[in-house]
Every structure is written in structure tokens, then in C-alpha cells.
């Protein structure tokens, strides 16, 4: 734990996807998923920072949700979901 004492251990998962086409103005949508650094690993799902990635709302790190609930809050997800949103006509995302 490189962190130690730190307790301002805020992060996030950030994911930015932008469309783009000859005649229209770039779009970009941005997903997000606030959590914190956990004080160790828990969870044996998921990859990378899934293990450290502590999401308070749901008392879980990443790789302690099934495939299907870090689906549902995903940064990717919420950034597709703006996406989507805007494809289907709402104009204000």
C-alpha cells in the first residue's frame, strides 16, 4: 500500500468517447465512476485496477462486482449511454 496514511484517496474510472463527421460539430461524451483507492486488493474479478478500485456507493471494489453489475456502472457504459442518448435525439448530452 504505496499509499499509507493518505486519506484523500478519491479516484476515478474516466472514459471519453467523441463521434465526429463532415458536416457535423464534433461530439464528445464523457463517462465517469467515482470511487476510492481501497488499503489493499479484494475481489478476484476483473483486470487491471478493478481489485484497488473501491466504489462506496455499493461497499465493493470493482473486481468484487460480477461482470454484470460493473456493466450497469461502468465508466464505458456511462459514456456509451450519453452516447446513445444523444443517437436518439437528445440533443442536450
Not at 460493473?70 to 457504459?77: P, T
Amino acid at each position: 500500500n504505496k499509499l499509507g496514511n493518505t486519506t484523500d484517496r478519491r479516484a476515478q474510472f474516466v472514459c471519453v468517447i467523441s463521434m465526429s463527421g463532415p458536416d457535423m460539430e464534433t461530439k464528445v461524451f464523457k463517462g465517469t465512476v467515482s470511487g476510492e483507492i481501497a488499503d489493499g486488493k479484494y475481489g478476484e474479478n476483473g483486470f487491471g485496477y478493478d481489485p484497488i478500485f473501491y466504489v462506496p456507493k455499493l461497499d465493493r471494489t470493482m473486481a468484487q462486482l460480477s461482470k454484470e453489475q460493473k456493466g450497469q456502472i461502468s465508466h464505458r457504459r456511462n459514456a456509451i449511454n450519453l452516447l446513445e442518448a444523444y443517437l436518439a435525439g437528445d440533443q442536450n448530452v
